[in-house]
């Protein structure tokens, strides 16, 4: 999905001489960041084995010479682990169906334990929805049956809606930057698993599909997304802001529950008479 070379060299491109101390003689710089060169030799590698890691043709790279290109690239720690991501798996990996995601049933419990006032959602690797409570249901998808997720071929793709669903497009005043998020986050997944065939379809269909994706794709930025803000316009409350806290699971590390706390007494009024409109019986 993607090669250590061309995520070095994107990052290379971003890094200007000045910021590294090195002085920029005259006009003629041919390249928008470092050179090959002055980068190795900041790095403490000689030139030609730097450029044959770029190019593809080093067989392996240690972590001390990645942490110091990490340095001298100015990476941060969600970009660091991408770098080390790519460097241990090859360039052209043997893509594999993966078996289908399954919440543990700790993640399943404490979800339940939220009740419905907490809207929350349980994400696998790719950003399927796994599972989610009624109120996390309303507040994301209310155009989508509650009982989705229940099925491993039916489960609502999150990055699929966002960018390809116009009504889950209208939900978000900030779809850009939440957008940008969810490409940055894609981007590190497919780094920490490269032999996933179902996330590589992905990408391929977002990439082909929606020219938003392509262009943020291209940007190769990475970020493991934890925590943010939803400023939304839902159809049956109206304007709310959201803030989400992700948290990991130490049973099943690949996947994420999403909750969602209000930004205000206003927020607040609207996720309470969310829950109560969708409340279930018992």
Known sequence: MESLGAFLKSRRDRVTPDEVGLRAHGNGRRVPGLRREELAQLAGVSAGYYTRLEQGQAETASEQVLDALARVLRLDADETAHLHNLARHSSTPRLAEPPAEEPHKRVLALLDSLGEATPAIVLGRRGDVLAWNRSGHALHAEHIAFETPDDPERRPSIPRMFFLDPVTRDLYGNWHALARAHVAYLRLTAGRYPTDARLAE?????????????????????????????????????????????????????????????????????????????????
């Open 202 to 282: 992905l990408i391929g269909e977002l990439t082909m599909r929606s020219d938003d994706f392509s262009a943020l794709w291209a940007n190769r930025d990475v970020a493991d997304c934890t925590t943010g803000t939803m400023r939304m316009r839902h159809t049956t409350v109206g304007a709310l802001s959201v803030d989400y806290q992700v948290w990991l699971q130490p049973d099943s590390p690949d996947h994420r529950l999403e909750v969602y706390t209000p930004n205000g007494p206003g927020s607040a009024d609207a996720l309470r008479v969310l829950s109560r409109w969708n409340e279930v019986p018992r």
